[in-house]
């Protein structure tokens, strides 16, 4: 449909959806809540070439309207802002953007549906370590996360066993890992660990 400018004349170039070219790469830092992912991606958007994205799943629960939410209800309403944000990636992805993604892999389900969503060959897993103790050690000082919450993620995030690349926030700053992520990829190992996952769970 021809839109009309303001001139009066027919004018359609403002209507041309542009294209964007080939998928944009995805940095998926996986790990608990504590366990540094934030600082790690922060770091990451000085260090790598080119325009990159932060997105965290943290700030799709930070647009939810402060209602009560029942405790019957609190899982569900988590799900679905899960999804949400997979999409969300997905399509940030698919429209040529690049990406760090800070996001835990704390239910088999989201892995699941990431696998089908992203493009494998184009994005990186990096698993984001961190000892217990020094997590709840974290949580207590943070002071602005559920308490347990590391403790009940941290069988789960990273029991896929697979990563292209890994990093330890006890021993590493997170300057010092977003380093470490920068310098591996352009060596990373094929198939990428996306690829590996989608080949033996989907």
Known sequence: MAIE???GTVDQTHAHI????????IILLNGTSSS???SIAQELLGLLNGSWFHMPVDAFHAMRSKGEIVDEDLQAEIDRTAKGFHRAVAGMAAAGNNLVVDYPLSRRWRLLDLLDLLV???TILVGVHCPLPELE????ERGDRERGLAAAQYDQVHSHGVHDIEVDTSLSSPR???LRIREALPDLP???AFETLRRILR
């Open 137 to 140: 050690r974290r949580e207590i």
């Open 120 to 122: 494998p060959a184009d």
């Open 5 to 7: 400018a303001s001139s």
């Open 190 to 192: 094929r198939p990428t």
């Open 18 to 25: 542009p294209d964007t070219g080939t998928n944009g790469k």
């Open 176 to 178: 010092e890992c977003a």
């Open 36 to 38: 540094g992912k934030t």
